[in-house]
T-cell receptor, first 116, second 113 residues
């Protein structure tokens, strides 16, 4: 069974600084997607960034970028120029891209605090 | 463009009761997935509906059932509620073509007493 592990229950960062959230996963599949979702106190899960496993280039969305290391099964999220609005729970998630699998498998999350 | 909506936002039930949660997908989306998020945990996949049929199911008992209507909206039903069913229930919608991108609703907070 696929598992997603987020080893940092909590992280904090100063406003305008950079923070990296860690995620590792375990799978025997070769084709899959990886995601970072943000869940603020409003509870709405928001997609931050997505990575296809077959792409070697790391995905980037404005201040958010990932470091995808397929061999190491590692998928970290870097947030640059942190803003107060980035404070939230961040979840790493995995989905098989082939066959009849359609579900997201989530980690337990990392709570990010942004200090002014 | 309306996003995913869920109702109700909060719900309190007692053990043994039954509950129905509702979800309207994002405009144009035809696939609905349901997730259970216990306090302090990541969401767990319950099941997914497409073309009014359950297409995939997670590790949840038969007390959890669902339905998808012709307009793609969906219901999650839970029978014989247990205290452990207390959680945030999230609905996510997607397109069959492009199912990897799931858009979540704000969730329904269920408390079982």
């Amino acid at each position: 069974a696929q598992t997603v592990t987020q080893s940092q229950p909590e992280m904090s960062v100063q406003e305008a600084e950079t923070v990296t959230l860690s995620c590792t996963y375990d799978t025997s599949e070769s084709d899959y997607y990886l995601f970072w979702y943000k869940q603020p106190p409003s509870r709405q899960m928001i997609l931050v960034i997505r990575q296809e496993a077959y792409k070697q280039q790391n995905a980037t969305e404005n201040r958010f970028s990932v470091n995808f290391q397929k061999a190491a099964k590692s998928f970290s999220l870097k947030i640059s120029d942190s803003q107060l609005g980035d404070a939230a729970m961040y979840f790493c998630a995995w989905m098989n891209s082939g066959g009849s699998n359609y579900k997201l498998t989530f980690g337990k999350g990392t709570l990010l605090t942004v200090n002014p | 463009d309306a996003g995913v909506t869920q109702s109700p936002t909060h719900l309190i039930k007692t053990r043994g009761q039954q509950v129905t949660l509702r979800c309207s997908p994002k405009s144009g989306h035809d696939t609905v997935s349901w997730y259970q998020q216990a306090l302090g945990q990541g969401p767990q996949f319950i099941f997914q509906y497409y073309e009014e049929e359950e297409r995939q199911r997670g590790n949840f008992p038969d007390r959890f059932s669902g339905h998808q209507f012709p307009n793609y909206s969906s219901e999650l039903n839970v029978n014989a509620l247990l205290l452990g069913d207390s959680a945030l229930y999230l609905c996510a919608s997607s397109l069959e073509q492009g199912r990897e991108t799931q858009y979540f609703g704000p969730g329904t907070r269920l408390l079982v007493l």
